[in-house]
């Protein structure tokens, strides 16, 4: 049977471990989206923390009077927030390929309100945004979320985090090189598709001037666009993978930049 005593000392380590869960359940995918009640994060963030209340490592708290401990809190609601920003950039790869998609195939400038990120997306860019959380929800993103940030007190104790920014930086540049890499990967079958109609579409403008290849080539990318984006809906698990990998790797290195 667990037994929760709170004195004013335990009251302040769990204070602390709320703030850091809070701060991460505001902005990691699949908890911090738009469309779940603030009551509901609220309540599954004190269920959370009363659950790693038991377990965590519970050093000495440095600090001295309100001013010391508002610090404190700061630093664990700054920590809580670079993991799950670590974890929320991610999306972008899927968006940015669907922008690129869109832009391609002439459909960049249809857009769609997406309630969860709270802008205006297009339309292969939030095809790919749900379909691509919805697979890595069924490969278990969420419990990974879970035990990340319930595992980081192991790692950053409460109250003693220390932020390296030199390597969040490097952190986040690495992320821009790999978002372009990746992005441009699940681009490419479309480029390549598209690059050929256009060469097909210049000869024939030189062999038959009378046509409107202008009217013409803006039909057909939008058709072989759509063509090969339902011949590459096989691909999509292999790209919720390469995002859920990615996901991974930005947690574990944010992590490494705050102990």
Known sequence: MVSYAFTLENFEYWLLILVRISAFMYLAPFFGNNTIPGKVKIGFSVFI????????AKPELDYEGMVGYAVAVLSEGITGLLIG???NICNSIVLYAGTMIDMDIGLSMATQFNPEMGTEMTLTGNLYY???????TGRGMQGYLIRTVSDSFSVIPIGNASFNWDHLYASMVQYVVD??????RIFLPFF???????????IMAKVAPQLNM?????QLKVIVGYAVLMLTF???????????????TM???FVEGMY
């Open 49 to 56: 923390s009363l659950i790693v209340y038991t377990v965590a």
């Open 192 to 202: 390549a598709c598209i690059m050929v109609l256009n060469c097909v579409l210049g």
């Open 234 to 248: 096989f691909m999509l698990p292999q790209v919720a993978d390469l995002v859920l990998d990615e996901i991974k």
């Open 85 to 87: 920003l670590a974890a």
């Open 179 to 184: 978002m372009f890499v990746l992005g441009f």
């Open 251 to 253: 947690v574990v290195r």
């Open 214 to 218: 202008f009217a013409v080539g803006m």
């Open 130 to 136: 749900y379909l691509v959380m919805l697979l890595m």
